[in-house]
């Protein structure tokens, strides 16, 4: 293997721990890769075999090309998520739902299945946090939990 793939799976594969906050131990424990070795592949002293690549591109659930190509010739550097309607800022309490748009946002937020939507503010009981027409990304994250993102 060329320098140059072992330098691109170095940056992607660091690229994808640090996004989805993952150290070293826990993806070798995870993966069940010796510490050393995965060391070897971020230092780019080694590369790893395709079953380990699959392993790897599984886990982070993403292709086996995107760890060997590098990112900027790979794709967009953003998704298109639906704005679904308006969340009212004071009454009526419940969202209005209906596909009222689209917003652009990084790839890289969507790593570790996460998944977003969007609504449009409607009033201003949120005013000065939030203004009317102002559209609130919310993430929901394999927990069931969900947080607000501006």
Excluded: C, H
Aim: proline fraction near 4%; aromatic fraction near 10%.
């Amino acid at each position: 293997m060329d320098k140059d793939t072992r330098a691109v799976f170095s940056a992607n594969l660091q690229r994808l721990m640090e996004n989805m906050a993952i150290d070293r131990y826990k993806l070798s424990d995870d993966l069940d890769i010796k510490y050393s070795t995965l060391g070897n592949w971020i230092q780019e002293k080694a590369f790893p075999r395709i079953d380990a690549l699959e392993d790897i591109a599984t886990y982070f659930n993403v292709e086996v090309i995107d760890l060997l190509t590098d990112s900027e010739d790979r794709q967009p550097k953003a998704v298109r998520i639906n704005v679904y309607g308006a969340i009212p800022a004071g009454v009526p309490l419940e969202a209005i739902e209906f596909i009222d748009g689209f917003e652009e946002i990084p790839r890289e937020w969507t790593l570790g299945n996460k998944e977003y939507i969007a609504l449009r503010v409607q009033g201003d009981s949120m005013f000065p946090e939030y203004l009317e027409e102002d559209v609130v990304l919310f993430s929901s994250v394999q927990t069931s939990t969900t947080e607000m993102i501006v």
